[in-house]
């Protein structure tokens, strides 16, 4: 039996097995095979590649990256739903479906999914993240992959367009958020293609963008750090329009003074708005706090 690379085909096939879209698991299934082959075409996916994928769905995207020869490891939370995907056709033996969540928490990585995105490709090869993440869980997932200390090399993903828009916010701007800075911190990233809802199925009632981010070498954390700069940060933005000086005291549980003395010791101006601050300087000030350098 040939794929079935087509929204009818796929839903057809859905169908007999008695099967549709979860929206527990936040399920919208990419569809359409021009979109998924211009997501595998802009991840320049090549034959000596290990490529991870969250959300196998049912397997167009799989499909089109173990078209490759690519070496793919694909995560889905449904097990009937992956179980279907395993059936549809005889997958080459470089794929591998993997069952389960690839969250162990709100904000914590499952070890299977952390372990898949350490395997080393073959030579030559890149270790690539490409999936249309499910849009509930896109941001914790990409920021446990880039607060990994081996983040893959490349990683190309279908999110929520806001979603992405707000990722790449810079600072200063109304979309910059808590994880706007550890986004920057960590990778560089650009929004390479915008998809409508048709693209799906069924269809969302927003817009999605093809989101590109090329984590920075070396990885911009030391051993242990990565969960506490994120929680500083996160307590920040909770007083983002307040001077540095103030927020910066309530996320760092001291006195405006203290957090004051911080701030000048990192070369900044404890005046200045917390949101218009540089995530490498937000990085500094938090180790000049903890008197790391």
Known sequence: MSFPRTAQALSAALEAAGLAPDRRHGQ?????????DAIVRDAAVTADDHVVEVGTGPGLLTHA????????????????LQRFTQDLVAWPPTVAFVEGDVLAGKHELAPAFATALEREPAPGGRRLLVSNLPYNVATPILLGVLGLPRPPQQITVMVQREVGEKLLAPPGQPAHGAP??????????RILRRFPPQVFWPRPRVDSA????????PAPYRAGEA??????????????????RTAAAHALGVSPAEAE????????????????????????????????R
């Open 28 to 36: 919208c299934f990419l569809t359409d095979v021009q979109a998924v």
């Open 65 to 80: 990256l173990a078209a490759t020869g690519a070496a793919v490891t694909t995560f889905d939370i449904d097990a009937r």
């Open 227 to 244: 969960d506490a700069f994120g929680r500083f940060v996160t307590a920040l933005f909770t007083r983002r329009r307040k001077v540095l």
């Open 261 to 292: 003395a911080a701030a000048v010791s990192a070369g900044l101006d404890p005046t200045m708005r917390a949101q218009d601050v540089a995530p490498d300087d937000l990085l500094a000030l938090w180790r000049s706090r903890y008197g790391v």
């Open 180 to 189: 706007s800075v550890l986004v920057g911190l960590a990778a560089t990233g």
């Open 210 to 217: 093809l989101l590109r981010l090329d984590p920075r070498e």
